[in-house]
């Protein structure tokens, strides 16, 4: 059980860490641990490939292979980038030990991983699926993990919304703005608290 005054106590934590100078990350920073989550992705299409290669030992179009593999896991991965980056960015922005002790960041944490599971699940099973069905059918394992990354996004927002309080909801406004905000001074966010 969470307490309003915990997550609302949290949100006012994290908005001080960031009211002294922080360190902005770099493009690598932010994009690399995504890359790591979305290999998970890229090693489950090369199985399903591989699986549906041996299931049917028909002529194998290497190239053919690797350009869909490249076109499919290349759109997964933009659409991660689209999805995540504004707010990878902004929690990078939030110094490591701030993350790691952070109320809101551990329930964010556990849902991500649960979805996670449930999303590699589901295409484990519609892996198996497109490869019992027909040859080419693999082809459109990308769109499954496509429905399931936007859906499984829908519904994680939507879970984390019952602890967006209108304090924590004006708090995290104020992350945002002090982060974004790289044409002010440091003397103007002073002024602005």
């Known amino acids: ?18 009211e002294a100078d922080y360190r ?22 090369v ?3 591989i699986v549906n290669e041996f299931v049917y030992k028909d002529d194998v179009w290497l190239l053919g292979i690797g350009m869909w593999l490249f076109l499919s896991c290349g ?3 933009g659409m991660a980038l689209i999805m995540t980056y504004g707010n990878l960015s902004l929690m990078m922005c939030i110094p490591k030990k701030v993350r790691d002790e952070s109320l809101l960041f551990a329930i964010g944490k556990r849902k991500l991983k649960v979805y996670g599971y449930v999303i590699v699940a589901i ?19 990308g769109a499954s993990w496509f429905v399931c990354m936007l859906i499984g996004g829908i519904t994680f927002s939507m879970s984390m919304s019952r602890y967006m309080t ?5 708090t995290l406004d104020k992350i945002r703005q002090v982060v974004s905000d790289s ?3 440091p003397t103007q966010h002073a002024a602005n608290k």
């Not at 059980?1 to 960031?18: C, P, R, T, W």
């Open 1 to 18: 059980m969470v307490l309003k005054s915990e997550v609302e106590n949290d949100a006012k934590i994290i908005m001080e860490s960031l």
């Open 24 to 45: 902005i990350p770099t493009s690598s920073e932010i994009i690399l641990p995504l890359i790591k989550v979305m290999s998970v992705v890229y090693l489950m299409h």
């Open 47 to 49: 199985l399903a490939v």
């Open 75 to 77: 759109i997964l991965t």
């Open 123 to 141: 295409n484990v099973a519609v892996g198996i699926m497109l490869i019992n069905g027909d040859h080419e059918f693999i082809f459109g394992y």
């Open 166 to 170: 209108p304090a924590v909801v004006a």
């Open 183 to 185: 044409d002010s001074a």
